[in-house]
């Protein structure tokens, strides 16, 4: 399997051979197909154009592939038996994990979530928080939440968000230029695997779309899952 993204190193390699995998659709979508038990196949992705990783990595909807392949990280996610809604069990998700009201959803209302949140097996402080986000890419929804982000270092980032009612409208404004960080009531941290437990069921959101209530999850980043042509 391929390595993930070094400091210095390029990203990518020329790919002439044809793909294994052919996905048309959201990060969702690909998110399913990656799953299917395929080891390190390559992937030709024909995204949709709200797709967030898509425009991560630079993947022009509509374009074809100039024969680069991309060694990308997925999210491993597992719900426990408390889960509740849509059923969630095991499955991927390729861009974002959202446990909690999403950042560009957070209004003045919305209450702490009750999480308990271990991150690489070290206890976070999320008493305060509203909303747990796991970023494997950059993007949500089009906006810059992660611009660190990048779909293959080998690493997420897991951002929890405390911010006091009366700061959230202006944190939602920043979103789109990625300048809501550095922030005192956002906690942000590089991460592997991800723990989260809720005292009552909260929101879950894989690759940006709603994924039923949980009240226990499990996530671990498993790098250079699969090869994408770009």
Known sequence: MSGSLRPGQP??????????????GSDGMLASVVGRGVADPLVRFAAAPDSDLARAVG?????????????????????????????????????SVVVGVAPDRLRAWHRPADLTVEIDGAPV???????LVVMN????RGLDVSPRGH???????????????????AMRSRLAAGAHLP?????????HRVVVRAARPVPLELDGAPAGRISALRLELRPAAYRLLV
């Open 151 to 169: 779909p293959g270092d080998g690493v997420a980032e897991a951002q929890l968000y405390a911010l006091a009612p009366g700061a959230r409208r």
């Open 183 to 191: 922030h005192p009531a956002i906690t942000v941290r590089r991460a």
């Open 59 to 95: 993947l022009v909807a509509g374009a074809a592939p100039t024969g680069v392949a991309l060694p990308v990280d997925v999210l491993d996610v597992a719900a426990d038996a408390a889960a509740v809604g849509t059923a969630v069990g095991v499955g991927l998700a390729v861009n």
């Open 137 to 140: 890419g950059q993007y949500l």
């Open 11 to 24: 990203w990518g390699t020329e790919e002439s051979g044809p793909a294994d995998l052919e996905v048309a």
């Open 125 to 131: 402080d999320a008493a305060a928080a509203t909303t």
